[in-house]
């Protein structure tokens, strides 16, 4: 049992503090909060206990850096193990193997030629191993003698079996020959990079999945459009289908891990149009899939929690906001998260990891106004003690809270939506900022998330709309945005704009429309569709010509031109309408000012398609900013990057939407 009592911040002096310097001082309640306080990034991210539960170590981001550090979890200061500023490369991601060494993940931009193309951009991943204090550091996979295989391997940290009671050896897919697109599984030793092979490729299969005794034995194919699960029997043999379909089709079936026997898969299917877990037995010809959770209001994502002591699957790892217990299917696990839910009420409260014996878990738990929160428990004396804040110097007493909404379209489709108001001021005749998500296959949740807390503590209304397309919502509301980028899903934000307006909350003449990745290709649009609509339109990361978008899916050898045909269209004979619908072709319908933000080193969205637009939206006269982030990405991972973001986005919104509301006031026409 867990006591509300007993959460405590008992570790967080020890750690935040030595890392992140002292919170702000105590300002008025309803103060703005400070810009930087919201374009900081957190202080701490992925945070892991060792498997003992002994030692911890996370990503810490101090200033320009990203600091890899571990500590024992009772005393002593975090040592720091290795750092980045984000440009040269970033961190994915890291692991522990052991007690004693960890694997780490790390990104960098780069270029590729591939075939007769002259290059190709590329994101390149790469692992590493290094011990708990920082010594003995390894390259993980890394060429060994006359060896080519890895000469064309963009992707080297693909681990699909951690192997957790070996503490030496993974299993990684990864090519067997140097042309060959399609991974093999090895057996890698993280101390010393000496690989041996497991299981050859097969074609067209880049997915595999192993059983609990580390054998694979589920491969997902892609053929184009064309998605083809196969499996083995436990003991290797007869490779057959289980399921074929088309992608994005509504009867999918995705395997997501086995449990203890080597027969039970779990796998996310559809049920009542939304995403759930169900369990299916491979020795049954039928394939009978077996209900283990559903939502009746959201996708349920498929993030297996295992217990470490038996190996067995207990739940998942991310349930919903206020209802953590309902995610689990064993008792110990159901009972652990409703005594959260009690101590941390009215939150999302994700058990991340537990310890070999099952005494001591980590948790980060986070809700609608409040900012991520670590916390270390013990099931032995029931207590909860935090462990760090993401955002100390954001009071979630200040913060703003969302509203849930439902908005209908005008073809009558349901929009999940979240209005989020200025702390204290009345929802009348507020300036108002539009803010769609990236993806667009991405959902906005209620929970908190700096852009809206940002822009709202200046004195602004903000609406998220999840419109057609986004995810997490069920089958019909992403699969009614296939290929309407441009079309009815910016219709959707267009409809619930102008609901704001005819409700009474927002001011119609004190609009903007501000996103970034997808969400910068509709502020773009946004003000080329309704350019009446909106007084400024700000665009991070932007997708501006669809065309190429495509064009440049076809040019890989992974052949992903299937997958962004289906969702967006296809660059020959969707050219017209993608065309249509790209902003770069129609910067003379925008009468708005745009500020546009591109870094030179984004490989999700090449920075010439924001060049592109800033040079048609100049040639048509109009009014646009252009600010150039050198060697910045797609996700602002430079605190640089971010600061200046943010900054410009303040003075731009005041210049041209003028000040936000103050603590119960209402807006008023510029």
């Known amino acids: 049992m867990i006591s509300p009592w007993l959460v405590a911040r008992a570790l967080c002096a020890t750690l935040v503090a030595s890392l992140a310097g002292a919170a702000s001082a105590h300002v008025a309640a309803f103060a703005p909060l400070p810009t930087e306080a919201f374009a900081r990034k957190p202080v701490m991210e992925q945070v892991q206990l060792s498997p003992d539960g002994e030692r911890l170590a996370a990503f810490v981001n101090r200033g320009d850096e990203t600091i890899l550090v ?44 591939v075939g007769l193309v002259k290059h190709v951009d590329t994101v390149e991943t790469r692992l590493v191993s290094l011990r708990f204090d920082g010594s ?39 090519p067997e020959q140097e042309l060959s697109p399609e991974p093999s599984v090895f057996k890698v030793n ?5 690989r041996s092979l497991v299981h050859a490729a097969q074609t067209n299969v880049q997915t595999w999945l192993t059983d609990a005794n580390h054998r694979v034995r589920v491969g997902v194919r892609r053929t184009d459009a064309d998605i083809e699960i196969i499996a083995c029997n436990p003991d290797g043999s007869n490779w057959h289908k289980l399921w074929r379909y088309q992608l994005f089709d509504a009867n999918f079936v995705w395997p997501l891990g086995f449990g203890r026997d080597p027969n039970r898969l779990y796998v996310t299917a559809p049920h009542q149009g939304l995403d759930a877990v169900f369990e299916v037995d491979l020795s049954d010809p039928a394939l009978t899939p077996h209900l283990k959770l559903a939502d009746e209001r959201f996708d349920l ?20 906001l206020g209802d953590s217990s309902a995610h689990y299917w064993d008792e ?11 101590a941390l009420p009215e939150r999302q409260n994700l058990l991340q990891q537990v310890s070999d014996d099952e005494t001591k878990y980590l948790l980060l738990s986070r809700g609608n106004g409040i900012p991520g929160e670590f916390f270390i428990g013990d099931r032995k004396t029931g207590s909860l003690a935090m462990l760090a804040e993401q955002h100390p110097d954001l009071d979630p007493d200040r913060l703003p809270r969302k509203k849930p909404l439902t908005i209908k379209a005008r073809d009558g489709l349901a929009l999940p939506a979240f209005l989020t108001l200025p702390v204290g001021a009345e929802p009348k005749g507020l300036p108002l900022v539009l803010l769609p998500h990236g993806g667009p296959q991405w959902a906005d949740t209620i929970v908190f998330d700096d852009w809206s807390a940002f822009l709202a503590n200046k004195g602004y209304a903000v609406l998220q709309v999840n419109f057609r397309g986004s ?13 309407r980028w441009g079309l009815e899903m910016q219709d959707d934000l267009t409809d619930a704009a102008k609901a704001m307006i005819d409700q009474g909350v927002a001011d119609p003449k004190r609009l903007c429309i501000v996103g970034g990745s997808y969400g910068g290709y509709a502020a773009l649009m946004g003000g080329i569709k309704t350019p009446d609509l909106f007084r400024c339109v700000v665009a991070f990361a932007p997708v501006t010509d669809l065309v190429d978008l495509a064009q440049q899916a076809h040019r890989w050898w992974y052949d992903w031109g299937a997958e962004l045909d289906r969702e967006i269209g296809s660059p020959t004979q969707d050219r017209e309408r993608l065309l249509a619908t790209s902003p770069r072709f129609h910067a003379d319908r925008i009468a708005a000012p745009v500020l546009l933000v591109h870094g030179t080193l984004d490989r999700s969205v090449a920075y010439e398609q ?11 006269g109009k009014n646009v900013r252009f600010i150039t982030q050198e060697q910045g990405d797609h996700f602002l991972s430079n605190q640089a990057h971010r600061s200046q ?15 936000g509301a103050t603590r119960g006031s209402t807006g008023s026409p510029q």
Do not use: C
């Open 190 to 194: 993280v101390e010393t990079g000496r």
């Open 471 to 483: 995810t997490g919502y069920g089958q019909v509301l992403m699969a009614a945005g296939l290929k």
């Open 332 to 342: 110990s696990f159901k009972a652990l998260a409703a005594g959260i839910d009690r």
């Open 645 to 659: 973001f943010f900054s410009e986005l303040e003075g731009f919104l005041l210049q041209h939407l003028g000040p």
């Open 610 to 620: 924001g060049e592109w637009m800033a040079a048609a939206l100049t040639k048509a």
């Open 136 to 174: 003995g550091m390894v390259n993980v996979v890394r060429q060994i003698g006359s060896d080519l295989s890895l000469t064309y391997a963009m992707r080297q940290d693909r681990v699909i079996d951690w192997m957790p009671e070996d503490g030496k050896h993974i299993l990684m897919a990864l």
């Open 70 to 113: 571990a500590r024992t979890l009772k005393a002593g200061a975090p040592t720091p193990l290795l750092k980045t500023n984000n440009k040269e490369f970033s961190f994915n991601w890291f692991h522990w193997v052991s007690n004693d060494r960890l694997v780490l993940s790390l990104r960098y931009p780069s270029a590729r030629r």
């Open 301 to 320: 994502p498929g993030n297996l929690l295992r217990s470490p002591k038996t190996g067995e699957v207990v739940g998942i790892r991310d349930p919903k």
